[in-house]
């Protein structure tokens, strides 16, 4: 399975509303994650099963999807947000794969 | 803490071998599938290879099958990465990612710091 996001950057200013997507080659099922990288960082876990926030994360974070469309929502956007989003499907696999990456930066 | 450790990173030249680690502490070990994921410098995360909880379940990208290989010593709360044939497009950073492998929760949930490896003459 391939998984294309859009865009493959993004500017935006604290306190905005941004959108992710992610498209599937293939449909799926609800083994779908979005993490946070930021420089030097590992990759952190924001959303998996599609919606379900990781304890921790900030509820400004929300995932939706279905099929071979999902999104990755980051409503109020904050300093520290600004970062490289991946999504990833493990439904089937192997390979379990990621997207290329959006990188959002400030505007 | 809760956490897992990479190590075993470094220069090596190409065609050579390398052997990474992964170091769990703080949690169950044994309960949990880890996978390899790499990141070549400034590219996007490729997942490398999986091992289940108990290595009945092995699997590999077709980039590394034949290479690679993953293993793991639960009484050492401990995953490896024996790299063989090294090239210069395995040069990355290789973090470990533990995996609840459970029906309700499949994803990589807690993630290695990364060991760089990079293969030059």
């Known amino acids: 399975i391939q998984l294309t996001q859009s865009p493959s950057s993004l500017s935006a200013s604290v306190g905005d509303r941004v959108t992710i997507t992610c498209r599937a080659s293939e449909v799926m099922s609800s083994y779908f994650a979005w993490y946070q990288q930021k420089p030097g960082k590992a990759p952190k876990l924001l959303i998996y099963g599609v919606s379900t926030l990781e304890s921790g994360v900030p509820s400004r974070f929300s995932g939706s999807g279905s099929g071979t469309h999902f999104t990755l929502t980051i409503s109020g956007l904050q300093p520290e947000d600004f970062a490289t989003y991946y999504c990833?499907?493990?439904?089937?696999?192997?390979?379990?794969?990621f997207g290329q990456g959006t990188r959002l930066e400030i505007k | 803490e809760v956490q897992l450790v990479e190590s075993g990173g470094g220069l090596v030249q190409p065609g050579g071998s390398l052997r990474l680690s992964c170091e769990a502490s703080g949690f169950m070990f044994s309960r949990y599938s880890i996978n390899w994921v790499r990141q070549a410098p400034g590219k996007g995360l490729e997942w490398i290879s999986y091992i289940s909880d108990t290595s009945r379940t092995i699997y590999y990208a077709d980039s590394v099958k034949g290479r690679f290989t993953i293993s793991r010593d639960n009484a050492k709360n401990s995953v490896f990465l024996q790299m063989t044939r090294l090239r210069a497009e395995d040069t990355a950073v290789y973090f470990c990612?533990?995996?609840?492998?459970?029906?309700?929760?499949?994803?990589?949930?807690?993630w290695g710091q990364g060991t760089l490896v990079a293969v030059s003459s």
């Open positions: 990833q499907q493990m439904n089937i696999y192997p390979p379990i794969t």
């Open positions: 990612a533990r995996d609840p492998d459970d029906p309700h929760k499949r994803v990589f949930d807690l």
